[in-house]
Structures are given as C-alpha cells and as structure tokens.
Antibody, heavy 123, light 114 residues
Framework: QVTLRESGPALVKPTQTLTLTCTFS??????????VSWIRQPPGKALEWLAL???????YYSTSLKTRLTISKDTSKNQVVLTMTNMDPVDTATYYC???????????????WGQGTLVTVSS | DIVMTQSPDSLAVSLGERATINCKSS????????????LAWYQQKPGQPPKLLIY???TRESGVPDRFSGSGSGTDFTLTISSLQAEDVAVYYC??????????FGPGTKVDIK
C-alpha cells in the first residue's frame, strides 16, 4: 500500500522560510520512472503544482515560484523535502505531496496524494 | 504555461442523471508521436485530498467506477458521470501534463445534487 504523509509547521511568519517533509512508504524513489511532487491549495481555491523530483534526482519547479523553491530527496529515509523562502500571507494553503507512478512517455499524474498539511502565514 | 479552463463552475444534477464537465486547454495536449492526450481528471471531496480518476484523457484508474468516463482530444475534453450517485458530490479538476512540467490544473467544477 502506497502512503504519503506531509509534516511541517502549521504557522509561519511573513519572510520566513517554510520547510515541509513528505514521508512515504510502499514505493522507492530509486525506481526508474518514479517521482514525488508537491502541490498546494489555498483555502477554497484550486490546485497549484509546485515542484517535482524524479528517481534520477532531476528537479522541476513552478515557473512563477522557482526562485523561492527547493526540492530534495533522501532515498534512504523515503523522504522528500520542499523549502519555500520568503513566505507571504498569500502562500497560506494546504500543501500536498503526491506520487507520480511512472514518468514513462511523460505521463505525470498524481496518485496517491497525502492528506495535506495546512500552512498559515501570519505575523 | 498551458492554461486550463473548465465549465461550468458548478452544476446540480438529480440522482441517477448524467453530469457533464468540460475542460479546455489553451493549446493542444495531443502528442502526435504517440497519439496520446496528456490530460488527467481528479475528484476532490470536502476535506479530502484529490483522487485520480482518469489519465491519458480516457483511461480509468483501477477501482474507479465505470460510471466515470473521459473523452475528447486536442484542446477539448469532457468528464462524464453517467448516473450521478450521492457519493459523487465533489469538485472535479482536470490537469494537463503535455508540457511535461510545469503541469497545470483547471479551476475546478463543483458537482452537487439537485
């Protein structure tokens, strides 16, 4: 059974750096084609893709947020970490991590997702 | 980035009736070399994370009821729920992955019971 769980602070102050950890089980990020991604959802709003890391340690970022994001993995711990710098109240959202089952032929869909973690940015 | 739009924003359908959700991309997501449409659909129930329903525009994920179907090609796609059940009340999102990354989601369509 594949599971993912997000962890990190529930509250951060403006200008601070957010660090989120995705801990997963049921698959290995060293398997060819496997990826883990971060997606966020402001309250009552739509989904926004943030970043992805693949089995080969290639990293991809949202066009609008790439200067603020860093994604990394620790394969031995089955963890993926996302950092976002210079947090602002507009970054208040539920942050999800999700698996990309196989990037074969460029197929990038997300399944399954973690339950998400709500991050509020406020002073 | 490819922009995704959905229509309607919301709809209310009677139990057992058909629900149709439309998704449009700002450019074609059909890859000519493999004739695949790089589009997925998700269902998000209140308080839950999204759940994958369909990928490659029309391939149903394992375990998804067959009342859910995806169709379309190029820039215009449809998610159809053939006979709406109470448990189908949710927001539905389309997502393109043609550009590999960044992928983009539609704004969502809320489905309720009439």
């Amino acid at each position: 059974q594949v599971t993912l769980r997000e962890s990190g602070p529930a509250l951060v102050k403006p200008t601070q750096t957010l660090t989120l950890t995705c801990t997963f089980s049921g698959f290995s990020l060293s398997t060819s084609g496997m990826c883990v991604s971060w997606i966020r959802q402001p309250p009552g709003k739509a989904l926004e893709w943030l970043a992805l890391i693949d089995w080969d340690d290639d990293k991809y970022y949202s066009t609008s947020l790439k200067t603020r994001l860093t994604i990394s993995k620790d394969t031995s711990k089955n963890q993926v970490v996302l950092t976002m710098t210079n947090m602002d109240p507009v970054d208040t959202a539920t942050y999800y991590c999700a698996r990309v089952p196989s990037m074969v032929q460029g197929g990038i869909w997300f399944d399954p997702w973690g339950q998400g973690t709500l991050v509020t940015v406020s002073s | 980035d490819i922009v995704m739009t959905q229509s309607p924003d919301s709809l209310a359908v009677s139990l057992g009736e058909r629900a149709t959700i439309n998704c449009k991309s700002s450019q074609s997501v059909l890859y000519s070399s493999n004739n695949k449409n790089y589009l997925a659909w998700y269902q998000q129930k209140p308080g839950q994370p999204p759940k994958l329903l369909i990928y490659w525009a029309s391939t149903r994920e394992s375990g998804v009821p067959d009342r859910f179907s995806g169709s379309g090609s190029g820039t215009d796609f449809t998610l159809t729920i053939s006979s709406l059940q109470a448990e189908d009340v949710a927001v539905y999102y389309c997502q393109q992955y043609y550009s590999t990354l960044p992928c983009t989601f539609g704004p969502g369509t809320k489905v309720d019971i009439k």
